[in-house]
């Protein structure tokens, strides 16, 4: 089976331009999250959906951050103009949760390192 | 809000044997779930196990086997018969179980050299 796949691996751009993350959830999964990866704050929660709504958004650091998920199988993160210290490992995962019952492990995909130089 | 710690920034062990790996968190929620990831140079994020806060019986997965203390909140991880492929960064994380965000809430992580 695929796991989580994220695009594009490597990202190197410059200050001010947007870059798209993109995410594709395991098949069947119903939660993704997007989480953010750097050495002065390890790994942080930006955003996560369930069932293709916006849950918990309270990590996406400013208005420069933009998420969607328009169906269950992609998702992207936008970041509009981007800024040197967006520079970071951004991981996607998901996972799937039953109507009222607990969340299942997070599966994480292998991430995008982002350079903005 | 909750939080976890890992106080070893690195650690060390020989090929062949056992090291422990501590974790301590705080929360005030007495129903939720504790992990390990591993990150190995690829940077893949990868679970290694999970612990519910609700069951005593401690988590085992082969050779990684955790050492949950709910009250004294301690969730260790030991590995046994150490590999070289067991070489990488360890995360501990937390999540609620019910209610709540789902996210998890990683430690800083603590890095795994394996001596050959």
Known sequence: ???????????????????????????????????????????????YFNNNVPIDDSGMPEDRFSAKMPNASFSTLKIQPSEPRDSAVYFCASSFRTSGGPPDTQYFGPGTRLTVL | AQTVTQSQPEMSVQEAETVTLSCTYDTSESDYYLFWYKQPPSRQMILVIRQEAYKQQNATENRFSVNFQKAAKSFSLKISDSQLGDAAMYFCAYRRAQGGSEKLVFGKGMKLTVNP
């Open chain 1, 1 to 47: 089976d695929a796991g989580v796949i994220q695009s594009p691996r490597h990202e190197v751009t410059e200050m001010g331009q947007e870059v798209t993350l993109r995410c594709k959830p395991i098949s069947g999964h119903n939660s993704l999250f997007w989480y953010r990866q750097t050495m002065m704050r390890g790994l942080e929660l930006l955003i």
